[in-house]
């Protein structure tokens, strides 16, 4: 068996929060909204934005159906007695406003630009994400500096997929043209990136983060391929993997 791609996960594999405060960025999408003109009490708006939230988390984590940060935003301010959609330029430009902090805390993670370098000079490069406002990624992408060194960059928002289901496995995979057992897939999180990745055929890897564990992962009872607890080590696991198949 020969391995041809390696997927990673993103937040939590290759880039890391520092000092994030969700709080701070709710007043900051109020803040926004004020200035696109949606004049309504902030209070009112927080509440009526948690609801959405919670409505659609159900969706998101029970059904692994992404639904962008767009939609809750502007389900808030119609259920507050405006008319407008997802698709509003105010909301989206509120919606900038409201991940800048987010994007400002995200730091690349110690060995992540020498992995993917050496990895993209072997491998199909792939990247899966899940997160519910791309652009904010693509800006981490250049801001980072690593765009570059993939070959396909799947996004959960953009698919209407969330790991762990394999449906965005399979999009990435076929983006990629590998067959899911010529593929390794890198991640933190043992339910969406493990779990999802092992269901779908593919090889996997198992890397601790400031989000998920060891222990997290012994709970979970999944069981990756390999587990590292830096980046540099993953290229070894790789070869392991697939020489053990042999």
């Known amino acids: 068996m020969v391995c041809r791609a390696v997927i990673f996960d993103f937040i939590g594999t290759l880039v890391h929060c520092k000092n994030y405060n969700m709080v701070d960025s709710e007043v900051k999408l109020y803040s926004a909204l004020l200035s696109e003109g949606f004049g309504v009490e902030k209070d009112r708006f927080l509440g009526a934005y948690k609801e959405a939230h919670q409505k659609y988390r159900k969706i998101r984590y029970e059904m692994f159906r992404e639904v962008t940060n767009a939609v809750w935003v502007s389900e808030a301010l119609c259920s507050v007695g405006f008319k407008t959609t997802p698709e509003d330029s105010g909301v989206k430009a509120a ?56 070959n396909a960059v799947v996004i959960s928002d953009e698919v209407a997929w969330r790991k762990p289901s394999s449906k965005i496995f399979y999009d990435t995979l076929n983006r990629l043209g590998v067959q899911a057992h010529e593929a390794v897939f890198v991640g933190d ?29 012994a709970q979970s009872k999944q069981i990756p391929d390999q587990i590292v607890e830096k980046l540099e080590f993953v290229p070894q696991k790789i070869n392991q993997i697939f020489a053990a198949e042999v």
């Open 189 to 217: 999180s043992p339910l969406e990136d493990i779990k999802g990745a092992n269901e779908s055929g593919l090889r996997t890897v198992f890397i601790p983060s400031q989000f998920n564990s060891l222990n997290d992962l």
């Open 95 to 150: 919606l900038n406003i409201f991940f800048e902090d987010f994007l400002s805390t995200l730091e690349i993670c110690k060995g992540a630009e020498q992995l993917l370098v050496q990895t993209a000079q072997q491998y199909r490069v792939g990247l899966i994400s899940n997160f519910t406002y791309a652009p904010v990624i693509y800006r981490c992408l250049q801001k980072t500096g690593i765009h570059s060194y993939f």
